[in-house]
């Protein structure tokens, strides 16, 4: 079965650190990969996605994509209380179709 | 904005009902998706569509059916609902294109069967 992994944590970071989260994947022919953030009570929401090997940066978050090592990861800078959430990684494994396979989310604590 | 709205957030059923989950989406998205949630579990893909009538199985397809006369409108079927179905169901739809990946979900429907 194609996997993504994520470690679930809790990964506790002091407020304004840099947050770093993980994640890696079983299917080489993977081409898209994506962030969601999910509060606690509340639904997913797509923060980034990245279908490039390299950094992608977005405001205070940078993803990033190395194929050959299957991995992508995403950096919180100056984080926030706010940024309190489970962090979920998605990829695209089904080739020519939609529908994303999620690993089971990074729960981030930002300690005020 | 687009919306996505799921018609019951919580219900609670029988084993061996049948239930209906019905979910509605206002941005003429082409895909939608079925979810379930579960603590340990994450997010595992139940089934999805691309198009009215169309259906396609995802990871997790068993115990479930689905239905798609409207291109707004995805419904899950549970035929004979299990305990091992009690779970967050999020319903989710995204613009056509592959690995669009930008998936708007809806709130959710936590099933509990007794």
């Known amino acids: 079965q194609k996997e993504v992994e994520q470690n679930s944590g809790p990964l506790s970071v002091p407020e304004g650190a840099i947050a770093s989260l993980n994640c890696t994947y079983s299917?080489?022919?993977?081409?898209?990969f994506f962030w969601y953030r999910q509060y606690s009570g509340k639904s997913p929401e797509l923060i980034m996605f990245?279908?490039?090997?390299g950094d992608k940066e977005d405001g205070r978050f940078t993803a990033q994509l190395n194929k050959a090592s299957q991995y992508v990861s995403l950096l919180i800078r100056d984080s926030q209380p706010s940024d309190s959430a489970t962090y979920l990684c998605?990829?695209?494994?089904?080739?020519?179709?939609?529908?994303?396979?999620f690993g089971k989310g990074t729960h981030l604590i930002i300690q005020p | 904005d687009v919306k996505v709205t799921q018609s019951s957030r919580y219900l609670v059923k029988r084993t061996g009902e049948k239930v209906f989950l019905e979910c509605v989406q206002d941005?003429?998205?082409?895909?939608m998706f079925w979810y379930r949630q579960d603590p340990g579990l994450g997010l595992r893909l139940i089934y999805f569509?691309?198009?009215?009538?169309?259906?396609e199985k995802g990871d997790i397809p068993e115990g479930y059916s689905v239905s798609r006369e409207k291109k707004e409108r995805f419904s899950l079927i549970l035929e004979s609902a299990s305990t091992n179905q009690t779970s967050m169901y999020l319903c989710?739809?995204?613009?056509?294109?592959?690995?669009?990946?930008?998936?708007?979900f809806g709130e959710g429907s936590r099933l509990t069967v007794l």
């Open positions: 941005m003429d998205h082409e895909n």
């Open positions: 989710a739809s995204s613009l056509a294109g592959i690995g669009s990946g930008e998936l708007f």
């Open positions: 990245i279908y490039s090997n």
């Open positions: 299917d080489r022919g993977s081409q898209s």
């Open positions: 998605a990829v695209n494994i089904r080739q020519g179709a939609d529908g994303l396979t």
């Open positions: 569509s691309y198009d009215v009538k169309m259906k």
